[in-house]
């Protein structure tokens, strides 16, 4: 019996000691949340980043690489050349995004898709990583003895990431392409690469990005690993992108299989993207 | 030893029942003005606590709770502005004005609500003006004031001032039911 009131006097001592109204009503509010940005835009560097248009979203996106820098002050480190894709993409939900592009390497129309499968949440039952599916084709429309499914080239991604902290994620992209023509007989027709991204958060609307993609399975011997550095400045409705990187394509069979640049004689592009949203 | 603690509670209950209502599904919602752009955002997770005996109130506002039509601006709001990860709630604790002179009807009648208001990790004390009736059981409480945003460190940079305004009407809407 007395343990009994010694217990009741502890329990109901807890109800007497809540000044806050709050702690009254049984709080429920633990459900999981998702979690916003994980990347500022839909590219890290060079890479498809788990960012998609967000719903009734248009976005459009210019990618503008400078030519090589090998040739120092003469041609101002490439600013006399310049590689350029733009496109435009829209948020049909939280879950699809279509796009199309055009670049002017090799004059290629591209169209894609990024599907989120999985959302990254915090909170009770929370998923700790982010999932989407990015697919491509791409079409070379410059004028070249070459038939119709010669022109054309497949890239599948499947893009896992992570936001770690407020400042700091990572993402990995397996990725497959398949490319209809290939010039020599030592290349193949279907390439395999594990792609890794991230980026750090300098502050609240700035960052230092970084992506590379490792090859799998033999190149030939011209092949360079391609990645990318950049600098993200956010800017409400505009995300700018600014990057050191040795592929100046800014297509995935491009930037993933055609990187040339060496850092040796400071052969690498210098690039910015620009992102414009519109709310329709 | 357990029948002796039901038993216990159920002789003492009486003693420590307060009188209280609360929702769960208390709405808020904000707006901004400015030429260049307005922007609203509706949250329908307030939390809202009122003790009938001593007219205090208490409210726990979910920031991620915020929806706005244009999903980049509801980043941009939890990312950049309220830092809802480190922030994740804004809150009020405070009591009703003269609250034993209240006859509570269903007839509406305007009150004075004083307390402290917390958002984005800065405190404030606050007196505003609000509505307050009964119908059938359930209270419901309105209220309508101007929040300055500078009051609570939210910073807006210098290229964005003209999107965003300077004082963000705040319109709250409750239904509270007996706990």
Known sequence: MIRTIILSTLLFGGLWAQDDLLELIQDDSDVSTPIWGTFKATRIVNAQSIEMPKPRILEFMILHRFGSMSDGFYDLFGMDEAVIRFDLKYGLNDHISLGAGRSSLNKTFDLFSKIRFLRQTKGQGSMPISIALFTKLEMQTITRDMDMPDRLTFDVQALIARKFNRSFSLQIMPTYIHRNLVLTQNEKHELISFGIGGRMKLSKRTSINFDTFFPIGDRQDSYVQSWGMGYDIETGGHVFQLMVTNAQGSFESEYVEHARGQLEDLDLYIGFNITRVFSL | ?179
């Open chain 2, 1 to 179: 030893m357990k029948k002796n603690i039901i038993i216990c509670l159920l002789i003492l209950a009486p003693l420590f029942a307060r009188n209280i209502y609360f929702t769960r599904s208390g709405k808020v919602s904000f707006f901004s003005s400015t030429p260049i752009e307005d922007i609203k955002a509706e949250n329908e997770q307030v939390t809202c606590v009122l003790d009938l005996d001593k007219g205090e109130v208490s409210f726990r506002i979910p920031i991620l709770g915020f929806r706005f039509r244009n999903g980049l601006m509801q980043e941009h709001f939890n990312e950049n502005y309220m830092e809802s990860d480190i922030h994740p709630n804004a809150s009020f604790k405070g009591k009703i004005n003269d609250w034993h002179e209240i006859d509570l009807t269903n007839k509406v009648r305007s009150i004075a609500l004083e307390g402290t208001m917390t958002i984005h990790g800065v405190s404030k004390v606050i007196s505003e003006k609000g509505n307050i009736s009964i119908d059938n059981g359930n209270i419901s409480g309105d209220a309508n004031f101007q929040i300055k945003v500078a009051d609570y460190d939210v910073k807006i940079p210098k290229i964005l001032r003209e999107n965003i305004a300077k004082v963000i009407d705040v319109d709250i809407q409750l239904v509270l039911k007996k706990k």
